[in-house]
T-cell receptor, first 113, second 118 residues
Framework: DVKVTQSSRYLVKRTGEKVFLECVQDMDHENMFWYRQDPGLGLRLIYFSYDVKMKEKGDIPEGYSVSREKKERFSLILESASTNQTSMYLC????????????FGPGTRLTVL | AQSVTQLGSHVSVSEGALVLLRCNYSSSVPPYLFWYVQYPNQGLQLLLKYTSAATLVKGINGFEAEFKKSETSFHLTKPSAHMSDAAEYFCAVRGDAYSGAGSYQLTFGKGTKLSVIP
């Protein structure tokens, strides 16, 4: 089975802090994704990566950056956390760009105070 | 641009009753369609997918969905609801939104929360 893990299930940070969310997948998938999920808004794509050191902006990249130094690991960075970034963050991966069936991690619920 | 509309943000059914969750999509190319389920405080799990083979797709936990091109729909059904089906369900389409590097974007609906009444 594909396994996607995220470093924290729950995280509480203060406004202005730099926040790192880590995602690791164990199936050698080329493509990895970061979404945020908010009630009533569904999932919105922040960034994705189709190869090591490659990244592309999704629909809502403002206030976020990403890093992909190794194929299995995709990090989401909040340079200066703000309260409006309080959300559930979901990581996903896929090996098939054409169909794009994605496998999700358990999510990180981030609260910014 | 592709889009997904899920009718009803909350649906309640009695245990043993039919579950029907509605999904309509728009896409300028033949779509691939997915239903995902999310249990509380968990990630999304794939229920089933349509990738241009049989129009009636069977998934896990007794769910199925039918692709109807003329109605641009992909509704999710289950004949008899179980308490364990209480969760949030997301419909997604892989359509014509191209994200670059050979990758097509998945667009998700806003989700439908299913409650099952004993």
């Amino acid at each position: 089975d594909v396994k996607v893990t995220q470093s924290s299930r729950y995280l509480v940070k203060r406004t202005g802090e730099k926040v790192f969310l880590e995602c690791v997948q164990d199936m050698d998938h080329e493509n990895m994704f970061w979404y945020r999920q908010d009630p009533g808004l569904g999932l919105r794509l922040i960034y994705f990566s189709y190869d090591v050191k490659m990244k592309e902006k999704g629909d809502i990249p403002e206030g976020y950056s990403v890093s992909r130094e190794k194929k299995e690991r995709f990090s989401l960075i909040l340079e200066s956390a703000s309260t409006n970034q309080t959300s559930m963050y979901l990581c996903a991966s896929t090996t098939d760009r054409r169909v794009n069936e994605q496998f999700f991690g358990p999510g990180t619920r981030l609260t910014v105070l | 641009a592709q889009s997904v509309t899920q009718l009803g943000s909350h649906v309640s059914v009695s245990e043993g009753a039919l579950v029907l969750l509605r999904c309509n999509y728009s896409s300028s190319v033949p779509p691939y369609l997915f239903w995902y389920v999310q249990y509380p405080n968990q990630g999304l799990q794939l229920l089933l997918k349509y990738t241009s083979a049989a129009t009636l797709v069977k998934g896990i936990n007794g769910f199925e969905a039918e692709f109807k091109k003329s109605e641009t729909s992909f509704h999710l059904t289950k004949p008899s609801a179980h308490m364990s089906d209480a969760a949030e369900y997301f419909c997604a389409v892989r359509g014509d939104a191209y994200s670059g590097a050979g990758s097509y974007q998945l667009t998700f609906g806003k989700g439908t929360k299913l409650s099952v009444i004993p």
